[in-house]
């Protein structure tokens, strides 16, 4: 698989990887922007996990919640119930997601447009009341709580927040190496011929719901996997948290647009933007008018897409343009 990368764009990621790896050093260890940060990368991860469906097939799902949910509660569960390690729940957790994405994909993938996005929304929102219902195993709106133990790598449990916010750096480097992997597959151009003209490609022998299929699989695998990192972080979560079409669903295909739908470095770029973004909102609005915050931030979302409905990643590359010798001043 050829990337196709310059030397500059590969010195480019080293410099920024190694950015990301020290950066924690500068915060407080247990302080809020670390924990902000962790929270940015993890919806990266998720968006990237989005953006092979939603991105290559141009399939807008809105019910990753219910993959996110089900690996949040899947390997919470395992360790309650029988003690099994939070690494062997978030294989189980990728499994399950898996099952759960072949499942639904069987009835909706031949949909198109906004009847894929009411399919997979009602899927979602089904999950959400599975949870509050389901009392005795999910805790339902009481929510369930991660059991503490003693900090350790096994138990994915650690003191120090920094160690949080490493694993979820090599978290949205794993998923952005298996989109990559992916886009550049036949996988991935059939993917994309599928994009451009879904006719045209059965028309030369694409098989576009198989193709669909199992991006949708390795889509929502990937995104239970993550539910497990949020469980593990967060300590504590209830059905609305994690099955939420907002809080979820709606939040990471958001940041893959707002960053740039369709690229590796798109949720990125909108994980840094939308979370921080929010998160100040929060801060500075919430204890005046009720609903404020997410007035204000909502807002200066429109304002964004408006300016550039393609994403950040676009601004950036005509940023990088314009400081190469003869580009567009």
């Known amino acids: 698989m050829k990337l196709g990368l ?68 899947t390997s919470t569960l395992l360790l309650i ?29 031949r949909l198109r447009g906004h009847y894929f996005a009411l399919a997979t929304l009602a899927f979602g929102e089904v999950m959400r009341v599975i949870g509050n219902s389901w009392s005795d195993l999910t805790g339902g709106p009481v929510g369930i709580s991660v059991p503490f133990a003693k900090p350790s790598f096994v138990m994915f449990q650690f003191a120090d927040t920094r160690t949080y916010y490493w694993l979820m750096l090599a978290a949205f480097i794993v998923v952005t190496a298996v989109f990559v992997a992916i886009k550049h597959s036949r996988t991935g151009y059939r993917l994309q011929a599928i994009k451009e003209n879904a006719d ?84 500075v609005f919430s204890a005046q008018v009720a609903g404020l915050a997410q007035l204000v931030f909502g807002t200066l979302l429109i304002i964004v897409i408006l300016v550039e409905p393609r994403g950040f990643i676009v601004l950036w590359q005509r940023l990088v343009a314009r400081r190469k010798p003869g580009g567009p001043s």
């Not at 940060?37 to 809105?62: D, P, T, Y």
């Open 6 to 73: 310059s030397k500059r764009q590969v010195a480019l990621i080293a410099l920024a990887l190694a950015v990301a790896i020290v950066l924690p050093f500068a915060f407080d260890a247990r302080g809020y922007t670390i924990r902000i940060l962790c929270l940015g990368l993890l919806f990266a991860a998720m968006a990237q996990a989005w953006n092979i469906v939603g991105g290559l097939a141009n399939q807008m799902s809105l019910g990753h919640a219910a993959f996110f949910g089900i690996g949040a509660y």
């Open 200 to 283: 045209a490609a059965e028309v030369i022998g694409v098989d576009t719901t198989r193709t669909k299929i199992i991006a949708a699989i390795v889509s929502g695998a990937l995104t239970a996997c993550l539910g497990t990192f949020y469980a593990q972080f967060q300590y504590f979560f209830d059905p609305d948290t994690v099955f939420g079409v907002a809080s979820v669903s709606i939040r990471v295909a958001m940041i893959a647009i707002v960053g740039g739908i369709g690229t590796a470095a798109g949720p990125l770029l909108g994980a840094l933007f939308v979370i921080p973004l929010e998160e100040a909102a929060n801060q």
């Open 81 to 109: 119930h029988f003690g099994i390690s939070p690494w062997l729940g978030l294989i189980a957790s990728g499994v399950l997601g898996g099952v759960a994405a072949f499942a639904i994909s069987l009835p909706t993938m």
